[in-house]
């Protein structure tokens, strides 16, 4: 019995493939390690110590320091983050961080606020409550209909789950 004969390469390739990839410079930022769009075009744009608001253009310091890194929950630019990785947002309107390097679940509210919703800054593996609650670099980040959360948590291999208070 005879072999198949070999199909075109370029004609078996699936469209996919053919997509095209360019680079998007956002002025004054440096590595922008996630990007959340959400209604209208706006983004968020998470860097190592930042989040920020893009739209048309225009980008805006929501949370945390442009190069200073911490662990700090409060108002805006007195916030610190250490590695800011998945993005989500939340039904009220307050975005989700995964802060790796300070392996802790962060929300940031409408206005600025930062909190932390669970995970207290050093690495771990444990269930439990707000700050009782360990991670070991969450990494990504996801909000279902019902308020639930998950967390890819790297470094223990897992998924979490946090279920918020409010």
Known sequence: MAAPAPRDAKRARPAALEARVSTTELPGLGKVRSV???KGGARFVGTRTALYLYVDGHLALI?????????????????RFECIYG????????????????HSVR?????????????????????????????DK??????????????TDTYNHCIRTVQPAD
């Open 36 to 38: 959340l769009a959400v």
């Open 63 to 79: 949370a945390g320091h442009s190069s200073e890194e911490g662990y700090k929950d409060g108002q805006g630019v007195e916030a």
């Open 107 to 135: 929300r940031v509210s409408r206005h600025g606020q930062v909190t932390t919703v669970a995970g207290n800054g050093k690495p771990g593996f444990a269930d439990g409550v707000g700050d009782a609650a360990r991670f």
């Open 138 to 151: 969450p990494y990504d980040i996801e909000v279902d209909s019902q308020g639930l959360i998950y967390v």
């Open 87 to 102: 993005l989500a947002m939340e039904r009220g309107g307050s975005v989700l961080v995964c802060d790796g390097n300070n």
